[in-house]
């Protein structure tokens, strides 16, 4: 391949995968092997929200970075707008966290409830979503 054609090849490249970056609104670290996270990244861009998608191979290491309570941790972890988003957080409340700019972490739906976006399913359990601070203070944000 002469050197022209490389150029204009990798030039080709980055401008079709520059707007892609450009459009996400924020990063999900997920394991690769895990369905469920693929399935509320897609609940999230139904609802307006685009997420870049990291596969990890150390998740625990994540979310200690990001300062997520080892009791309120579940699959996968998203940051966006400065907040940390864990497991199977609804739109609605991320973009209400977003539009609110509370003094917090972030939010978290600990574990993988049945009925929660991207774990639907035949049945709907009720679950909790909490908010966390860095003190380790937290509170329960919406029931659903």
Same mark, same amino acid.
């Given at each position: ?49 685009? $997420?870049? *998608?990291?596969?990890? !191979? ?9 300062? +997520? @309570? =080892? #009791? $309120?941790? *579940?699959?996968?972890? !998203? ?9 199977? +957080? @609804? =739109? #609605? $409340? ?51």
């Amino acid at each position: 391949m002469n050197k022209r054609l490389h150029w204009a090849a990798a030039a080709l490249a980055i401008s079709l995968i520059s707007p892609l970056a450009a459009a996400a609104d924020g990063l999900m670290h997920k394991d690769p092997y895990c369905g469920c996270c693929t399935a509320w990244a897609e609940h999230m861009q139904k609802n307006g929200v685009a $997420l870049q *998608s990291r596969n990890e !191979a150390d998740m625990s290491a994540v979310k200690a970075k990001l300062k +997520v @309570p =080892a #009791d $309120l941790r *579940s699959c996968h972890t !998203a940051e966006i707008g400065g907040y940390v988003f864990e497991g199977h +957080v @609804p =739109a #609605d $409340l991320v973009k209400k966290v977003l539009k609110d700019k509370p003094k917090i972490v972030g939010l978290a739906v600990p574990g993988m409830p049945m009925g929660s976006p991207g774990m639907e399913g035949p049945s709907k359990q009720p679950y909790q979503v909490l908010s966390f601070d860095g003190q380790g203070r937290r509170s329960v944000y919406a029931t659903r």
